[in-house]
T-cell receptor, first 115, second 112 residues
Framework: AQSVSQHNHHVILSEAASLELGCNYS??????LFWYVQYPGQHLQLLLK??????LVKGIKGFEAEFIKSKFSFNLRKPSVQWSDTAEYFC?????????????FGKGTKLSVIP | SQTIHQWPATLVQPVGSPLSLECTVE??????LYWYRQAAGRGLQLLFY??????ISSEVPQNLSASRPQDRQFILSSKKLLLSDSGFYLC???????????FGPGTRLTVT
């Protein structure tokens, strides 16, 4: 079965610290990868996406993620976090193919940024 | 631009009562529509998806059903709620043929 693993349940950082959230997915063919973010009291928003091409993708608010095919990973990074980045982050994968609609999500990583 | 609405935002229902959650999308035609459930510490689980009016696919056998009576309307229902149906229900949409999905604000359902 397809699965996505997020390594950290809760990460606590001080402002200006660098962030890296791990995400690994199970092998299943050609993948499309996503990071979603859920700010407190807000709905789930698409942060960035990877379909093909340059494995380093840039998203909104200074976030980026790198697709490493050999490691089945799609880690999320930000060089310097802000208090406003406090949120829950979800990695998700959908496998290419006819009739492929199911986004498989990781369990999420809660990020707390301390001012 | 496209927007997605869900209501109600919160709902408290007794065990055995019926359920109807509604989702509508504006600003697009013939979207794919999805119902997810988010349980604490368990990520999101796809419940149903629809690629067109009257076309519903179920991913998880359960006490719930879905219907799509109109192009941009998706309804999640139950005839008799169970305690285990409590959770946060999210509706999402995507353009036909596209993989990225966009989520609504969700409905917090508590079954007592």
């Amino acid at each position: 079965a397809q699965s996505v693993s997020q390594h950290n349940h809760h990460v606590i950082l001080s402002e200006a610290a660098s962030l890296e959230l791990g995400c690994n997915y199970s092998y299943g063919g050609t993948v499309n990868l996503f990071w979603y973010v859920q700010y407190p009291g807000q709905h789930l928003q698409l942060l960035l996406k990877y379909f093909s091409g340059d494995p380093l993708v840039k998203g909104i608010k200074g976030f980026e993620a790198e697709f490493i095919k050999s490691k089945f990973s799609f880690n999320l990074r930000k060089p310097s976090v802000q208090w406003s980045d406090t949120a829950e982050y979800f990695c998700a994968v959908i496998y290419s193919g006819a009739g492929s609609y199911q986004l498989t999500f990781g369990k999420g990583t809660k990020l707390s940024v301390i001012p | 631009s496209q927007t997605i609405h869900q209501w109600p935002a919160t709902l408290v229902q007794p065990v055995g009562s019926p359920l109807s959650l509604e989702c509508t999308v504006e600003g697009t035609s013939n979207p794919n529509l999805y119902w997810y459930r988010q349980a604490a510490g368990r990520g999101l689980q796809l419940l149903f998806y629809s690629v067109g009016i009257g076309q519903i696919s179920s991913e998880v056998p359960q006490n719930l059903s879905a219907s799509r009576p109109q192009d941009r309307q998706f309804i999640l229902s139950s005839k008799k709620l169970l305690l285990s149906d409590s959770g946060f229900y999210l509706c999402a949409w995507s353009l036909s043929g596209r993989y990225e999905q966009y989520f609504g604000p969700g409905t917090r359902l508590t079954v007592t």
